[in-house]
């Protein structure tokens, strides 16, 4: 699953973006959201999301130079939205490569193949790096039969996050130390272990909670959670909101 942050001053513009887009049918979460270039500069440093969707013109620190900014020291792709045809704007955004340059006000149809073309653009980089082989649901990415134990770990957590579930658990039963597992765990995804399990729980409670099935305190007990403010916790922290607020935008 793609993890966006949507970055834009004009607040109703933002709000529309994360709430009126079918972001789950194009298989993405919006993780965050900001109201200007150096709120947004701090949200993706701190959630470290695969797109940034911002505006060009903001307060601060415009959209340009918070992706130049940083692009220094985390990895991801963008789509700039500007109501500026200027050429010289063009030209910025073609120097820090982003995906796609929108004029506003933006069409569902361009956003969405928007995202479509930088969902194209990581399968192929997959594809010539050979570093990624399947996708394990939602956010998991698996490295090569090499890493057979990382594997095998991703795929508990798909097939177990509803219930108790630890690495120092998983380790024993393949018969490693939790110490090794850690590290390559960490080494192969670029995350904890934690961070996976309660990544993956998040997608899966933003399901259940689309589906208005559910209470909140009932999403927490079927996707793994412990209790409910660890549950809270965990899901403001993946995507900016509480969840008993996550639907009514």
Known sequence: MIRL???????FIRRGLV?????????????????????????????????????IRMPYLDGISMIREALTDTEFRSILLTSYAEFDYAKRAIEINVSSYLLKPVSEEDLAEA???????????????????????????????????VVKTLEKIVEQYDQKLSIESVS???????????????????STFLEILNEYRIIQSVKLLVSGQYRVGEIAEKTGFSDYKHFYSVFKKCTGTPPSEYIKG
């Open 5 to 11: 942050i949507i970055v834009e001053d004009e607040d």
């Open 19 to 55: 709430h009126t887009m079918d972001w789950l049918g194009m298989d993405c979460i919006v993780v965050g959201e900001a109201a200007d270039g150096k709120e947004g500069l701090e949200l993706i440093r701190s959630l470290k999301p695969d797109v940034v969707i911002s505006d």
């Open 115 to 149: 995202v479509r073309k930088i969902r194209e653009e990581m399968r192929e980089q997959s594809r010539e790096n050979h570093s990624l082989a399947d996708e394990i649901g939602a956010i998991i990415r698996q490295k090569s039969d090499k890493e057979y134990y």
């Open 172 to 190: 024993e039963e393949l018969g490693v130390s939790s110490s090794y597992l850690s590290r390559r765990f960490k080494k192969v995804t670029g």
